[in-house]
């Protein structure tokens, strides 16, 4: 499954109320952690159709990082029947991250 962008008006149908667990990466454009960390998030969303994969820009969208208290980038957050359910900062190895899983 291909990731989803992730912003203020899609948030609550694709992740909120997905039927799937939801993997949420924290992230910006001009963050060196976070370019790590995105083609791992890519290669989980395309291993794995039993979950959804989304990412959100926090300089595009401040207000779901600011609902998430999102403080430092990379963050990676696991959705699970609508509420939080894992969450880790920083860079992750690809089985770290299925580990949150």
Known sequence: M?????TNEN???????????????????????CRMVS??????AEENPNIKVGKVNVD????LASQFGVMSIP?????KDGKV?????GSRSKQSILDML
């Open 60 to 63: 595009e969208q401040p207000e």
């Open 85 to 89: 359910a894992n969450t880790a900062v």
């Open 2 to 6: 291909s990731v989803i962008t992730l």
């Open 75 to 79: 963050t990676l957050i696991v959705m």
């Open 39 to 44: 083609p791992i998030v890519d290669e989980i």
């Open 11 to 33: 948030f609550t149908q694709e992740a909120v109320r997905s039927d799937k667990p939801v993997l949420i990466d924290f992230w910006a454009p001009w963050c060196g952690p």
